[in-house]
């Protein structure tokens, strides 16, 4: 029953909220409450008691956006690092959902709880583009693109050390950290969901590498905990180890250039720089790109300057 009503598609509703309206009895087969393992028989009659939605208790507030793309049904939207993407523990003003509702004050009612239009997310000082739906129909349509994975998405990460290899992947599952709840970690077994991570070399400078990062899962912190995984943490990192050197390890000039290189960012090199999915009301393939932030583009400029003559 509920694979169908999902794919039904004419309520309106994810599958997760389809779920817990079955679990409280408000899905009714021929007037009596259904599993959601139900077969369901031709003539069978459903109805639904949907309560109504309590408008969002989040305050609209107006806050410059880079808007990259707009239409009735998605905003393509360029993030920048700093930003929170939806209120969440200690934050709860200031975000961008905040800012949306100003902007386009119809998504109050659209996805999820506390973080309305919000389809995927990026980290606070992750940098770049992400997609956010105007309305309910819009938003189900990307999330199960995101489900089905024709949503592409490719991210640029500064790393320290040298990966080795021109390309790899990295199938690790991901969980909550039992230690700390804050943090992510690869988790075998049970407590651990799929990801994978699909990585390319685009510029080695021995002290660090660029990296073209492809997700095809899309876990929480999953960039960061996989490249850390590998022993080469994203650059700027506080959580993940991007901060911590073998400082015995490298020269005096090395040293200086991380320092340097950690002063300029202050945050983790990780950028959001294309985008790519199809349109929920048209199916047309709409892809974005997002040009390195200025702190991004000059730690490059650094990295390649200090590479030139080492290398000559």
């Known amino acids: 029953m509920d694979q169908w009503l999902a794919k039904a598609r004419l309520t309106g509703l ?11 009895g408000r899905v009714l087969v021929n007037g ?14 459903l109805s639904l008691n949907v309560p109504a939605r309590r408008a969002s208790p989040l305050v609209a507030e107006a806050q410059p956006l880079t808007v990259v793309f707009e239409d009735d049904a998605v905003m393509v939207l360029d993030k920048p690092a700093g930003l929170v ?12 959902v905040n800012a949306l509702l100003h902007h386009a004050p119809g998504i109050a ?11 995927h997310r990026l980290d606070r000082d992750t940098s770049g583009l992400l997609v956010v739906a105007k309305t309910e129909d ?32 990295i199938d690790l599952p991901v969980g909550r950290d039992p230690k700390e709840r804050k943090r992510m970690a690869v988790m075998r077994g049970l407590a651990g969901k799929p990801a994978r991570t699909h990585w390319k ?14 997700l095809e899962t899309g876990r929480t912190h999953q960039i960061r905990v996989h490249l850390a995984a590998l022993r080469y943490p994203v650059v700027g990192d506080p959580v993940y180890g991007g901060r911590v050197k073998k400082m015995l390890s490298l020269r005096q000039s090395e040293r200086s250039l991380a320092d340097a290189l950690l002063r ?18 048209t199916g047309e393939r709409l892809h974005f790109r997002s040009e390195l932030p200025s702190d991004l583009r ?9 590479a030139a003559p080492h290398s000559s």
Do not use: C, M
Not at 14 to 24: A, H, Y
Not at 85 to 96: D, E, I
Not at 140 to 149: P, Y
């Open 85 to 96: 993407v939806h209120p969440g523990a200690g934050v709860q003003s200031g975000t961008l």
């Open 138 to 169: 819009a938003y189900q349509a990307l999330v199960e693109a995101l489900r089905e994975r024709t949503v592409t998405r490719v991210y640029l990460a500064l790393v320290w050390g040298d990966p080795g290899p021109s390309e790899g992947t």
């Open 298 to 306: 000059e730690a490059l400029e650094r990295l390649r300057a200090f």
């Open 109 to 119: 009612k659209v996805g999820g709880a506390g973080r309305p239009g919000i389809v």
């Open 14 to 24: 994810s599958r997760n909220r389809l779920q817990k309206l079955i679990d409280v």
């Open 201 to 214: 070399v685009l510029e080695r400078f021995g002290l660090a590498t660029l990296l073209e990062v492809r």
């Open 32 to 45: 009596k409450p259904g599993k959601s393992s139900l077969r369901l028989k031709p003539g069978d009659k």
């Open 264 to 281: 300029l960012l202050r945050r983790q090199a990780l950028h959001a720089a294309q985008l790519e999915f199809p349109h929920p009301a």
